[in-house]
């Protein structure tokens, strides 16, 4: 569905990728490890056409999508759950789910993807016309998911979603993700809970320092011992 | 329209109901001066407002807004008196090259990148630039200034924007409604929510799919065209243009004060703030006159000082209070 190939991205001098190339099979859940500025939030804003690269190609359904803007990129289908719960606090949930209809593609789709979402987090429905800031951290997270449902996307990538959660929140969204990829969603997910993201996944790189330095299925990094000692403590 | 009715409470729609009424009324009782003091709190609540869509709601700080002011002014005043040709067509000029400028200043601070306080030091520096070109153009009148000329034979045409005091306050009055109206929509509309969006979090906005240049763009197009028509009568109201005086950094404090002290990001905050703080600025000039000291920046220490109260007891601003206090609650967007 999407394959990266020996993608670079600078900030400045300073190198951010280096000859990164993975593949996101359709209907896979594929896990990006790493350390702290290993390059993962700038992978991912990559993809999104947030940075523009400075080599490499970003194939998605056969389109090289590479230095594409966001918006555009966003419109093939193609969502991101941002990092840090980034709802529009003084909007109400209801306002922050239709923000993101807003694209071309989604707004036909925009009352079955409401149901869909109110079906998938019942606390929105509740909730929607409180405003997003005073919801807890936890729902804030299912409603930046949600709003990325919104937008009818075929492939999500995750950017951290469990930080700053509760251990019982950060099962919830891990679930959710599961479920959601079991319904067809395609999922890229960065998170910092190597364990529980290896085991979700069929597929599995590990970055360091802008450069990928191992890849296999899930069950083979969790086996690794290199992976184990670095990212597992074990 | 009437979504924007529905919006509003019932006592909201009677207050608003009451309030325009009375402004319509005011001339009829009004004395001379008063109505002078109405005009001027009409036309800043309409620039603050204009400002206010590119600040308050797409949070964009323009600290050079005195810059579309001057452009309107000149332009239309330049067509006025080397062509003849008046305001009513002159303001579609003014606009233009309004738009121009901040089209390029947009360009500027969004392609690359340049945010918060670098955009803020971007829109000085245009509005200083502009005023130090206009300064030394001949066909400006250069620092001399520009004069429009008083017509006894052509009072009463409105439309050239030549009359007395009480075209000028129906006219200002209908610019402040009509900005309300438009922001009311604004607000409501896609690109509101937008501008809210890039407002609260710029990158979530993006990872929407939101072409955070493009509706950035919009607010300033709409905002400097706005805020040149609100040049434009200031010109011809006035009838005198000095560079230092339409492209001023203190004129583009003036435009930003009322939405700051009313409220940022709200329908009806510059609206209050334009009627706060215009009166007490007056009543502070008459005062320190009547004491007999003469202090030119007077007016500045009060904006100051009243800056800092506002931000110390109501840092949304005076709307959102106010509103609550009087069961109006404007749903803030």
């Keep these: ?234 | 329209m009437k979504a924007i009715l529905d919006d509003m409470p019932v006592r909201g729609r009677i207050l608003a109901a009451i309030v325009l009424l009375a402004l319509a009324a005011a001339p009829f009782v009004a004395n001379r001066y008063l109505l002078s003091v109405l005009t001027l709190i009409l036309y800043l609540a309409y620039v603050g407002q204009a400002w206010n869509l590119v600040m308050g709601f797409c949070g964009q700080l323009s600290l050079g807004h005195a810059l579309y002011i001057g452009l309107g002014g000149y332009v239309a005043a330049l067509f006025w008196l080397e062509f003849g040709v008046g305001p009513w067509i002159g303001v579609f000029a003014a606009m233009a090259v309004a738009m121009a400028f901040g089209a390029v200043i947009a360009w500027l601070g969004f392609r690359f990148g340049i945010e918060g306080v670098y955009f803020s030091l971007l829109t000085i520096a245009f509005a200083e630039f502009t005023r130090i070109g206009f300064d030394n153009m001949a066909f400006t009148g250069g620092a001399g200034g520009l004069f429009i000329p008083y017509e006894e034979k052509r009072l009463g045409e409105w439309w050239n924007l030549r009359g007395g005091q009480w075209m000028y306050y129906y006219i200002a009055l209908l610019l402040a409604a009509g900005a309300v109206t438009l922001t009311a929509w604004l607000a409501r509309s896609r690109l509101g929510y937008q501008w809210v969006a890039i407002r609260e979090d710029e990158t979530a906005a993006r990872a929407l799919g939101i072409d955070a240049f493009a509706v950035k763009m919009k607010a300033m197009l709409i905002s400097s065209a706005m805020t040149a028509v609100g040049g434009v009568f200031y010109a011809f109201y006035y009838n005198t243009l000095f560079p230092s005086q339409m492209f001023d950094m203190g004129r583009s404090i003036e435009i930003i004060m009322a939405p700051i002290v009313g409220g940022l990001g709200t329908v009806f905050g510059p609206v209050v703030g334009a009627f706060v703080l215009t009166p007490m600025g007056e009543l502070l000039i008459a005062a320190t006159e009547r004491l007999g000291f003469n202090a030119p920046g007077t007016k500045a220490v009060f904006y100051g000082a009243m800056l800092i109260v506002i931000i110390m007891l109501r840092p949304a601003g005076l709307w959102p209070w106010l509103a609550r206090m009087l069961g109006v609650w404007e749903r803030k967007p």
């Design chain 1, 1 to 234: 569905m999407l394959s990266v190939e020996h993608l670079d991205l600078f900030h400045g001098d300073a190198r951010a990728l280096d000859d990164v190339s993975l593949e996101v099979p359709d209907g896979a859940i594929v896990a990006i490890v790493g350390a702290n500025g290993a390059g993962k939030t700038s992978l991912i804003r990559t993809i999104a056409g947030m940075h523009r690269p400075a080599g490499g190609r970003i194939t998605f359904r056969g389109v090289d999508i590479a230095g594409w803007p966001s918006h555009k990129v966003c419109n093939l289908g193609i969502g991101q759950v941002a990092e840090g719960r980034q709802v529009f606090p003084s909007l109400t949930v209801l306002e922050n789910l239709e923000m993101g209809a807003m694209l071309p593609r989604a707004k036909a789709l925009r009352r079955r993807q409401l149901e869909r979402v109110y079906a998938l987090f019942p606390i929105m429905a509740e909730r929607a016309s409180q405003a997003a800031g005073t919801l807890s951290g936890g729902q804030q997270q299912m409603l930046a998911i949600g709003r990325c449902l919104m937008g009818a996307p075929e492939l999500v990538m995750f950017d951290e979603p469990s930080l700053g959660l509760s251990p019982t929140v950060v099962q919830d969204v891990l679930r959710t993700i599961r479920d959601l990829n079991a319904e067809g969603l395609t999922c890229v997910l960065v998170e910092q809970n190597v364990a529980v993201s290896l085991k979700l996944a069929s597929r599995a790189y590990v970055l360091e320092n802008g450069r990928i330095t191992l890849s296999g299925t899930g069950a083979e990094l969790l086996a690794d011992d290199r992976v184990r000692q670095a990212y597992l403590g074990l």
